[in-house]
């Protein structure tokens, strides 16, 4: 291996976000990484929003009409605050800190997510993993796993989906994932072993980090490729740094995500439009909510292209 290859190995690609109101008229702000035009997927990681810490009373906190999901899995898991969470399997559940709530919506589901009166500070992330094309149309699903937090040398984990540390997850996916909250001290260093046949990315929370060595500030996210054993997390802050580690092989097929929904053409994204605005049963009812479900926003009018990453040379 030359220098330049060292070095491009080395390389952490920083993800800025961009503010995106979420779920219609009673929108809340959230702050999007994940996807961007320079990378759709880390793993099959495809979607990244983080919010908070929002006081409710000047939020209006988290208020999201039933709408459907195709072709992925959700991902809940807070920082503070808690969600009610209701879905056409009939799953009625909370969202709470340390705990993970994982739904899929393979051919179709539909849900809300509401936070719950006694909520003061809304503050967490909302994850979306593509599902593979052989599994895109599996059957609707909901688990929740709240993980023991780990003690390692300079830091807390939370390890909520694969393995870290020795910790494995028992929540099932359809491809390897890594997902676990990792709470670093003030002005220390861990180093985790990691799968170097995934790439990752780190988001940052709270404090200022650095991973392997390159800068990240609050809200921005740390891309590394494939090819490396460890990770390096340095909190630079005089207080604990709160950071969400993401990871997984390398997603190699191309897909068309549009609204709520991913698919690998196109026209799955008018059928399911199509399904969703006649209300089929392809994405059941919810029931508890106050309320209408959200319409569907209108097509764009050229076609989607489907997108991967680019290339990693």
């Known amino acids: 291996m030359d220098h330049t290859e060292v070095e491009a190995e080395a390389h952490v690609e920083v993800l800025t976000s961009r503010d995106v109101p979420l779920g219609g008229p009673r929108a809340m702000t959230v702050r999007r990484t994940l996807p961007q035009r320079s990378r759709t997927l880390i793993g099959a990681w495809c979607f990244a929003d983080h919010y908070g810490p929002d006081r409710v009373e000047d939020s209006g906190g988290m208020d999201v009409a039933p709408h459907p999901h195709t072709g992925l899995q959700t991902v809940s898991w807070l920082f503070s605050g808690e969600i ?61 796993h709240a993980p023991e937090q780990l003690r390692v040398d300079g830091a807390r ?76 997390l340095t909190n630079v802050s005089e207080h604990p740094a709160r950071t969400v580690l993401l990871g997984g092989p390398p997603f190699e097929e191309k897909i068309v995500m549009w609204w709520n929904f991913i698919g690998r ?10 399904d969703w605005e006649r ?25 989607i292209t489907p997108r991967k990453n680019p290339s990693r040379h």
């Open 279 to 303: 209300a089929s049963d392809r994405f059941g009812t919810v029931d508890g909510y106050p309320g209408d479900r959200l319409p569907a926003p209108a097509l764009p009018n050229a076609v």
């Open 157 to 232: 984990l939370r390890v909520f989906l694969g393995t870290l540390v020795g910790d494995t997850s028992p929540v099932r996916t359809f491809t390897p994932l890594l997902g676990a909250e990792v709470l670093i001290d003030a002005g220390a260093t861990v180093t985790l072993d990691v799968d170097p046949g995934f790439e990752h990315g780190l988001l940052v929370d709270e404090g200022d980090v650095r991973l392997d060595g390159t800068p990240l500030r609050p809200a921005e996210l740390g891309y590394a490729a494939p090819g490396r054993a460890t990770l390096t």
């Open 265 to 274: 053409r196109h026209q799955d994204i008018v059928e399911a439009r199509e």
């Open 84 to 144: 009610e969470h209701r879905d056409s399997l009939g799953t009625q559940a909370f969202v709470r800190p340390g705990e993970l709530n994982l739904m899929t919506g393979g051919h179709g589901i539909s849900h809300t997510e509401v936070s719950t009166p006694g909520t003061t500070v809304l503050h967490g992330v909302q994850l979306w993993v593509a599902l593979p094309d052989e599994h895109r149309h599996a059957p609707r699903d909901f688990q929740h």
